[in-house]
């Protein structure tokens, strides 16, 4: 599966924005998604995970409250809408599919399941 990443961009702190995740290639219905973020100089992070249907969800401590995840499976699209932008969520945000086997469980918020990456969109939240 390829996945391209958009929606990045330059916001005040305390606003918003909307990342999408395009995917293409095969049967998108079938992948567990996940967002992830990278700042210069650190890890890359867990930020949010949406499994193959959209019934589950998981979030990163930092971001619960604030961030969205969601996905429409018709549109092959996985979305993050973030409220509340602070200046430490700015980092090169990337979305990623795991193997597509639809087993759903915590490890979906760490990088190990998933084998399939975006090139990243940068969200940049000035003070």
């Known amino acids: 599966v390829q996945l391209q990443a958009s929606g990045g961009g330059v916001v005040q702190a305390g606003g918003s924005l909307r990342l999408s995740c395009a995917a293409s290639?095969?049967?998108?219905?079938?992948?567990?998604m996940g967002w992830f973020r990278q700042a210069p100089g650190k890890e890359r992070e867990f930020v949010g995970a949406?499994?193959?249907?959209?019934?589950?969800?998981y979030y990163a401590d930092s971001v619960k409250g604030r961030f969205t995840i969601s996905r429409d499976n018709a549109k092959n699209t996985v979305y993050l809408q973030m409220n509340s932008l602070k200046p430490e969520d700015t980092a090169v945000y990337y979305c990623?599919?795991?193997?597509?086997?639809?087993?759903?469980?915590?490890?979906?918020?760490?990088?190990?399941?998933?084998?399939?990456w975006g090139q990243g969109t940068q969200v940049t939240v000035s003070s």
């Open positions: 990623a599919a795991d193997s597509g086997d639809r087993i759903v469980g915590i490890w979906l918020t760490t990088r190990a399941p998933y084998g399939y």
């Open positions: 290639g095969r049967t998108f219905s079938r992948y567990n």
């Open positions: 949406t499994s193959w249907s959209g019934d589950t969800t």
